[in-house]
């Protein structure tokens, strides 16, 4: 299989903790990268723009069929800004876990405790921004968890249902292929047997298999 998969992980993580999708995706044939980056320290744009040479570097050394991008909720708003400077990069789909697309109300509750923009770092005005609507060429399909242990339990703010740190409501942007909610936390989609297939089953498909999440 000449399709390619670059991972982007989320907030406060680096790209071994995508190391369990990373397999999973190479045991379906994929020829999987991981694009790691400062997610606190580093601004936005900087890593918005490793991210589309990173992207770039791979399609002019392996010619791949298609490029695809898995992304772990910070992750999927980096993704889609950089597929906006990458108009002629090859066909592929994203898949998106736990990103909230729309903005962040945890990001918003902690930038509003003392220290807490510290916390969050350089990305928090893209987590606090989102986007209105995916407009571009790409399929976007979006996993939502729904197991809500986590940040929010401390900062609240966050309506049902919800993953513990984004709401489900928060991934859900016009334009999107499709949607997707599963059992899990934030956390706990990069581990999920069910987001893994849900997300194989969209890179093949451009469609999640909804009567396997009923």
């Not at 697309?101 to 807490?116: D, E, F, K, T, Y």
């Not at 990069?190 to 089953?201: K, M, V, W």
């Amino acid at each position: 299989m000449d399709e390619h998969v670059i991972l982007v992980h989320g907030l406060w993580m680096r790209a071994f903790t995508l190391a369990a999708l990373q397999h999973r995706l190479e045991r379906e044939g994929y020829t999987v990268h991981s694009f790691d980056y400062a997610s606190v320290f580093s601004s936005h744009d900087t890593s918005v723009d490793k991210l589309v040479e990173f992207v770039r570097s791979i399609d002019a050394t392996d010619n791949p069929r298609k490029i695809h991008f898995v992304c772990h909720s910070l992750g999927g708003l980096m993704a889609l800004r950089a597929l906006r400077k990458l108009p002629n990069l090859v066909s592929g789909c994203v898949v998106c876990l736990g990103s909230p697309l729309r903005g962040s109300a945890i990001a918003r509750s902690i930038a509003q405790v003392p220290g807490g923009s510290f916390f969050i770092g350089k990305n928090l005005g893209v987590l606090l921004e989102g986007f209105e609507r995916w407009d571009g060429k790409r399929s976007v399909g979006v996993i939502a968890g729904r197991l809500p242990v986590g940040l929010g339990l401390v900062f609240g703010a966050l309506p049902m249902p919800h993953d513990g740190t984004v709401s489900v409501e928060e991934t859900q942007l016009p334009g999107l292929t499709d949607h997707i909610v599963v059992p899990a936390t934030h956390t706990g989609l990069l581990f999920s047997d069910e987001a893994a297939t849900q997300t194989i089953e969209f890179l093949r498909n451009k469609r999640f298999h909804h009567a396997a999440a009923a």
